[in-house]
């Protein structure tokens, strides 16, 4: 199925509300006195928002270029006579709501209203889409050829993303003149709601549950090894990626399945459009086929005898409801591809009920049935510490109660108990002749804090490898819902909830100044689901003073990934190392973010040092 949301008579509010707040200035009114005789690039004007917005017009004339019968019912009709102007697009959609009676080929007549959808609604800061709704559409002639396709080549996207946004009008871009030989968003929406063509491309985004991949048009743009496309700063958002769909039902034409570094190969050809996941997206009426390129998950090296491995894995809302085989799955992954590290921290732990939220907090039963499963891969009998949070104070899934666990494994690595820590009892730093201590191990670092409101509280533990300690804080930071996409009218987009990561890093940062304070080359790894990039102001802050070293820099650029959101492979699980860590060997093991099967959607990672 398609990930458009369905749109219903609250378009026409949402226009309104935007019209009001001025949110969907357009450019000077195009002379259509009577909506009589306007064509599609008068609609489409010259901006991001149609100058006839809120008009009712007549006789739109156009070729049927595309059908989508689920989801955003509607098609999308294309003049054969365009104009010499390229920022006006020549195609636009045609929202019915019910299942429409058109047929590609077909030369139409229709009335309707422009209006202006914004997918996700206005607070998602997404562009609108231009389109004509309440249509009453005449079909003129049957069985015409489809206008010929534009194609999206690597020389036809700019190399630049997006203009500035506005600043009188609160850095929205929807105003401004739209130049696509300069900015690839301006590009893109030149073309909304056109034919349009890719030719054989790599896949940089797995086939998602919702029948969606992401390709490049640009294969050498920030390129790695495995056949992604890295996101490497906020300035560099590789603007070679286009999300595709297929118009094609998948009941009648199951959708391919594809993996990072496969190949779309042939013409993939469909109407231009815009939604909510993702922005501009190919609707195909034409798939190219999907070749396998083989991509194979990577397995790290086991650590030596004198060597302490510690990893952290994000196991995505795991719970004894769920099947036997992802328990299977994740323990083999930490058994053959994690090489069974010594420490592991995990993230998105949830309680022994799942979901149910009956103010259940234990998740006892959960650690259980996963420690199980590693035995049973052939892995070691891991231990596990943890504090239960209060009910449903740490956010996630309502009733789920996520936690971050330690596992360790005896055999190698001891646990230092320190009684006294629960969900609202910090654990502080004391330390004597030098030596740095927890009071509370494990504990909870500040849960008081208004950064952690609604948030998971940071796991500190104290270990013990080889007579010398090391402190392990997992963390769990909050994430990104609530951020504008890079495809906002707002340029920069709004990252609202970075806010409350940079308290967040704050604060662990002082804590880890805590400890070195007391023993300056204390053995200290920050590890978890930081949600945020090592280029971020979240990053900065959790190095600051020189306290913490974001390790995944000691990788090359185009290994710096843990997680593929919108065809980007980008860092959000993390581990640093404090200023005593000075050799190590790291990895981000590439298990899941580039595959279309995942057990979770992150990659863990590992880090392995002589303490």
Do not use: C
Not at 2 to 25: E, F, H, Q, T, Y
Not at 396 to 403: F, L, T, V, Y
Not at 449 to 473: H, M, Q
């Amino acid at each position: 199925m398609s990930s458009s949301i369905p749109r219903s008579a609250a378009v026409a509010a949402v226009v309104s509300a935007a019209l009001a707040a001025g949110l969907l200035a357009g450019s000077a009114s195009a002379s259509a006195e009577d909506g009589a005789g306007v064509r599609i690039h008068d609609i489409q004007g010259t901006t991001r928002v149609s100058p006839l917005v809120g008009q009712q017009v007549t006789g739109v004339t156009g070729i049927v270029t595309g059908v989508r019968t689920y989801g955003s019912r509607g098609f999308w009709i294309q003049d054969t006579a365009p104009d010499a102007d390229p920022a006006t697009s020549e195609g636009l959609f045609v929202f019915t709501s019910s299942v429409p009676t058109v047929a590609v080929g077909d030369a139409v007549s229709v009335n309707g209203t422009v209006t202006e959808y914004v997918p996700g609604g206005l607070a998602s800061g997404n562009q609108s889409l231009t389109q004509l709704s309440k249509p009453v559409v005449t079909v003129v002639s049957q069985g015409n050829p489809v206008p010929a396709p534009v194609t999206i080549s690597p020389w036809s996207v700019p190399g630049a993303y997006a203009p500035e946004g506005d600043p009188a009008a609160d850095g929205s871009i929807n105003g401004l003149a739209l130049k696509p030989r300069k900015y690839a968003l301006d590009y893109y929406e030149s073309l909304e709601g056109t034919n349009v063509r890719i030719g054989t491309s790599r896949v940089v985004g797995a086939t998602d549950p919702y029948s969606e991949l992401w390709v490049t048009v640009k294969p050498w743009e920030n390129a790695n090894r495995r056949g992604g496309t890295v996101y490497g700063s906020y300035e560099d958002q590789n603007t070679g990626r286009l999300q595709v769909q297929s118009l094609v039902p998948t009941a009648q034409q199951p959708f391919p399945k594809a993996n990072v570094g496969d190949v779309l190969v042939g013409a993939t050809e469909g109407p231009l459009d815009f939604n909510q996941y993702g922005g501009y997206t190919l609707t195909a009426r034409t798939l190219g086929t999907v070749v396998d390129r083989g991509l194979e998950r990577e397995t790290t090296d086991g650590q030596r005898r004198n060597e302490l491995a510690v990893a952290t894995y994000n196991v995505e809302n795991l719970d004894p409801g769920d099947p036997q085989e992802k328990f299977d799955a994740l323990a083999r992954a930490v058994v053959e591809n994690l090489a069974s590290p010594d420490v592991i921290a995990l993230e998105e732990i949830q309680d022994d009920n799942g979901a149910k939220n009956d103010g259940t907090v234990s998740a006892a039963q959960t650690v259980k049935k996963f420690t199980d499963a590693i035995v049973a891969a052939g892995g070691p009998a891991y231990d596990w510490r943890s504090v239960d949070p209060e009910n449903n104070k740490d956010g996630g899934e309502p009733g789920g109660n996520i936690r971050q666990v330690f596992l360790f494994n005896p055999a190698r690595v001891s646990f230092t108990d320190r009684p006294g820590g629960d969900a609202t009892t910090a654990t502080g730093v004391t330390g004597r002749k030098g030596h740095a201590a927890l009071t509370v191990s494990p504990g909870r670092i500040d849960p008081a804090n208004a950064a952690w409101a609604d948030s998971r509280k940071p796991l500190a533990g104290e270990f013990v490898f080889r007579g010398r300690t090391v402190f392990v804080i997992a963390n769990h930071f909050g994430s990104k819902g609530g951020d504008e996409s890079i495809v906002s009218h707002h340029q920069p987009p709004n990252r609202s909830s970075e806010a409350k990561r940079l308290l967040q890093a704050q604060a662990v940062n002082g804590f880890v100044k805590q400890l070195l304070a007391v023993e300056k080359q204390a053995d200290v790894l920050v590890v978890g689901d930081i949600n945020d990039f090592e280029f971020s102001g979240t990053t900065k802050a959790l190095t600051d003073g020189g306290a913490l070293y974001p390790a995944v820099k000691s990788l090359p650029r185009g290994e710096r990934y843990s997680y593929v959101y919108q065809g980007n492979s980008q860092v959000l699980d993390q581990i640093l190392t404090s200023p005593g860590i000075r050799h190590f060997a790291y990895d981000s093991v590439h298990i899941n973010a580039e595959f279309a099967d995942q057990d979770s959607d992150h990659d863990p990672q590992v880090l392995r040092f002589r303490p």
